[in-house]
């Protein structure tokens, strides 16, 4: 599943058990932004930047470690659409040490022979495992610094 996946990291205070309200996060615009200034304001003040990419795929690398699309689901009133995710600030802080202390290279190994054929097989192996690690990168980062933050993560896949 290569799919577009768009993470936040949120202050756990400002969580709320609604998927109309955890969609607003992803909005650049929302319609009633005034409402939730203070909280997008403390948002960007210190927290990781948002991480929008394709990591769908990704989830190959990591089984069952709830670092691409594990977590509690949210559903849209009347089921229209996908849930989003939740993951509370401990299953975070457990996520970005599991990020931490992985090797890419570990990683790697046991994936690629169900990710090489969606991408090219062998030939494209050079390029796919470097976006792959990229991808890593990114996903590190990001999960370590919203664990330092001690914050949850909202997770879409629209």
């Known amino acids: 599943m290569n799919a577009y996946l768009q993470l936040r990291a949120v202050p756990p205070s400002a969580l709320r058990n609604s998927a109309t309200w955890l969609r607003k996060l992803f909005d650049d615009h929302p319609a009633d932004a005034a409402a939730d200034d203070a909280v997008r304001d403390r948002m960007r003040r210190h927290r990781a930047q948002p991480l929008d990419g394709h990591y769908g795929d990704q989830q190959l690398l990591y089984?069952?470690?709830?670092?691409?699309?594990?977590?509690?689901?949210?559903?849209?009133?009347?089921?229209?659409?996908?849930?989003?995710?939740?993951?509370?600030?401990?299953?975070?802080?457990?996520?970005?040490?599991?990020?931490?202390?992985?090797?890419?290279?570990?990683?790697?190994r046991p994936a690629s022979a169900a990710l090489l054929p969606r991408?090219?097989?062998?030939?494209?192996?050079?390029?796919?495992?470097?976006?792959?690690?990229?991808?890593?990168?990114?996903?590190?980062?990001?999960?370590?610094?919203?664990?330092?933050?001690?914050?949850?993560?909202?997770k879409w896949l629209p």
Do not use: I, M, N
């Open 63 to 108: 089984p069952d470690a709830h670092v691409v699309l594990g977590g509690e689901p949210v559903h849209p009133a009347g089921a229209k659409g996908a849930p989003l995710v939740v993951l509370t600030v401990a299953q975070t802080a457990r996520v970005a040490a599991f990020l931490a202390r992985s090797d890419f290279d570990d990683l790697w």
């Open 119 to 154: 991408y090219g097989g062998r030939a494209e192996e050079t390029r796919t495992r470097a976006a792959f690690a990229c991808a890593h990168r990114e996903l590190t980062d990001f999960y370590t610094a919203t664990a330092r933050h001690r914050d949850a993560v909202v």
